[in-house]
């Protein structure tokens, strides 16, 4: 009976001890997109609808579209100034401005050494950040001066999703998940506990596994779970501490209390 005690007392303070990730509501709103792509500091909205790129702020919407290329695969509007859309059927990326005017086209079928593209992602300066499927490498692509500036050694796993900053990118793929500074060195590794999407924030790291979310912290390799609604999470982002899920066209707001 003794010893009955002790280990209900055990398992109840590892139950107690079990750390989790408060959120708070803010509000929901009816919000209709094929993609949600971000929400910036301002309230900019950045999504596609019917394979038209739109930037709406509180009071217009502006819209990019290109139909020579076929649907947009992803978009990526980490840098405002140089938002990138991917179109993986042509093996092409566009880069736009604030105003949605092209400033650039990137057609890795017409490079010298050509690339096949499954991933990209926002670098710093001139580049991007893409994976390219010749050599199963990550590669950090002056699409200015059409040379490689770095890249990773082979990855020898499927890839999931590709985030990242002006100074790091962070590769999700089956096995693990990598993040690597601008030189293309390995900074981090953990393994992939069942995580198929992220969100990056201030270096932070956010996982969506099935229909939950996962903090990870800059510092750390440990995930901690986020205590939010069960939700059909379509798409997921966080913004100035304000966490972001789009589920069955409506936009739910939480506050994320992380001490």
């Not at 991007?128 to 200015?144: A, H, M, P, T």
């Not at 939950?212 to 069960?230: D, M, Q, R, V, W």
Request: glycine share 2%.
């Amino acid at each position: 009976m003794k010893y009955t005690i002790y280990l209900f007392l055990l398992l109840s303070c590892s139950i107690c001890a079990q750390k989790t990730i408060e959120t708070s509501f803010i509000k929901k709103t009816n919000f209709k997109a094929s993609q949600l792509v971000t929400i910036d500091n301002f309230e900019t909205k950045y999504f596609i609808n019917n394979n038209v790129f739109n930037k709406k702020d509180p009071h217009k919407t502006i819209t990019y579209n290109n139909l020579q290329l076929g649907n947009i695969t992803t978009a990526n509007a980490f840098n405002p100034l140089k938002i990138n859309l991917f179109y993986k059927d042509f093996n092409s990326v566009i880069i736009l401005d604030n105003r949605l005017a092209e400033i650039f086209k990137i057609d890795f079928n017409a490079l010298q050494k050509y690339k096949n593209v499954s991933h990209i992602s926002t670098g710093h300066d001139n580049t991007i950040w893409v994976f390219n499927e010749n050599n199963q490498k990550l590669e950090l692509f002056d699409y200015r001066a059409l040379t490689t500036r770095a890249q990773t050694v082979p990855i020898q796993s499927t890839i999931l999703d590709l985030k990242s900053n002006y100074n790091f990118c962070f590769l999700l793929t089956k096995n693990y998940l990598y993040t690597y500074n601008y030189f293309g060195s390995l900074v981090k590794r953990i393994k992939n506990d069942g995580y198929t999407q992220l969100a990056e924030s201030n270096g932070d790291i956010f996982l969506k596994k099935e229909n939950a979310l996962f903090y990870l912290n800059k510092g750390s390799e440990t995930t901690i779970p986020l205590l939010i609604p069960n939700l059909l999470i379509n798409a997921f982002f966080v913004t100035n501490e304000t966490l972001y899920i789009y589920a069955n066209e409506i936009l739910h707001e939480y506050k994320i209390k992380i001490d």
